[in-house]
């Protein structure tokens, strides 16, 4: 069911159909929108998040909804992981549906109990976030969390997890901005030291709030962009879906709420579908959160590549392109970064699901 899942996504992406009789292979699920620490480069800090988490009947909804066809569920959003108190409950429920986990944290939580109880899971990837190497430069970007605290936790889950020769595969990130970029050869040098670390990656800041004039120019949207056909969708805790995770950040409107449309009916409702046909068009420029985003738009060759393998893999080898994307080992053509685009004036802007999608 997955593998033709696949197939018919990577058909209607290839011939630029903007219905699609499939489901997105990937999701990103908010859980809980609560967090215990402040960072500056974090969208949390411009749209204000509520202290509440996901309730179960909006996570099995949308896991029996996409549970034939989803291979990756990414149980992260605008909150922290280990704030809610049902994360432990969700991740063995995503793989009774045989739906591989993921989860990010800022590591303030994981403890020694923590950890115990993560590691008995069947999470499959889990990403320690820390965005520095030096004390004062991690507390800058982490305000509200302990350097020293932090990176305790993180070593001692990767020696536990290493000790128990099994999964999740561990990828500690540093997201590069310009106060830590000098601290990039030492982040690696440590991180390499510690048993149980399987990745280390170093990640191009991707939100607006550091860079507020980043974006695609229309010039740049030579391909269309995977995440309206592969995904991954964005699911805020409140059960609104999202294109992606970019376009709540960029003030877009939700395009459906689990529990309200039949996740087929929200994947091709009137806004997926518009925003696929301008996507095909060459038009995506026109849309207010697509001219604003700041992720790569990759070549169709690389996204059909995507598409062939399972999301286990995919997302097992993505590290390694990102690598080389910031190497720039890769061919130029076959990736478009962001960069400061010419505002588009507010009667370009194209309305999706009855508002302006560039609307701040």
């Not at 929200?266 to 046909?277: K, L, S, Y």
Request: proline share 7%; aromatic share 8%.
């Amino acid at each position: 069911m997955r593998a033709f899942n696949r197939w018919r996504l990577l058909l209607a992406y290839l011939r630029r159909r903007d219905a699609v009789e499939a489901l997105p292979v990937e999701y990103i699920v908010e859980t809980t929108a609560k967090c215990n620490i402040y960072c500056p480069m974090c969208p949390r800090e411009t749209h204000k998040q509520p202290k509440e988490d996901m309730t179960d009947d909006v996570f099995r909804t949308l896991v029996a909804e996409a549970g034939q066809t989803a291979e990756h569920m990414m149980l992260i959003g605008l909150g922290e992981p280990l704030l809610d108190p049902r994360i432990y409950d969700r991740i063995e429920l995503c793989h009774q549906h045989s739906i591989s986990s993921l989860i990010s944290t800022n590591g303030t939580l994981l403890d020694e109990k923590a950890s115990e109880r993560m590691l008995s899971t069947h999470l499959e990837h889990i990403t320690l976030s820390f965005d520095g190497a030096r004390k004062e430069t991690f507390e800058f970007y982490r305000k509200g969390a302990s350097f020293e605290r932090v990176r305790d936790n993180f070593v001692r889950f990767c020696r536990m997890k290493h000790e128990r020769g099994r999964r999740p595969q561990i990828v500690v990130q540093l997201v590069r901005m310009d106060g830590n970029a000098a601290e990039v050869d030492d982040f690696i040098r440590f991180w390499r030291s510690v048993p149980g670390v399987d990745l280390i990656r170093i990640k191009e800041d991707e939100t607006n709030l550091m860079r507020p004039d980043s974006g695609h120019a229309a010039s740049d949207w030579k391909y269309p962009c995977h995440y309206l056909w592969r995904g991954a969708m964005y699911v805020k805790h409140s059960g609104d879906v999202y294109p992606c995770c970019q376009s709540y950040m960029l003030d877009g409107s939700p395009v459906g709420r689990i529990g309200e449309t039949p996740l087929t009916g929200i994947f091709n409702g009137p806004a997926m579908r518009e925003m696929r046909r301008l996507h095909a068009a060459g038009r995506a420029g026109e849309i207010g959160i697509c001219a604003r985003c700041c992720t790569t738009i990759p070549h169709p060759l690389l996204v059909a590549g995507s598409l062939v393998f399972h999301g286990r893999t995919v997302r097992s080898l993505l590290p390694w392109v990102e690598r080389l994307i910031y190497l720039a080992k890769l061919p130029a053509r076959w990736l478009t970064p962001p960069k400061p685009p010419t505002p588009p004036s507010d009667t370009g802007l194209i309305q999706i699901n009855g508002r302006g999608e560039g609307a701040a």
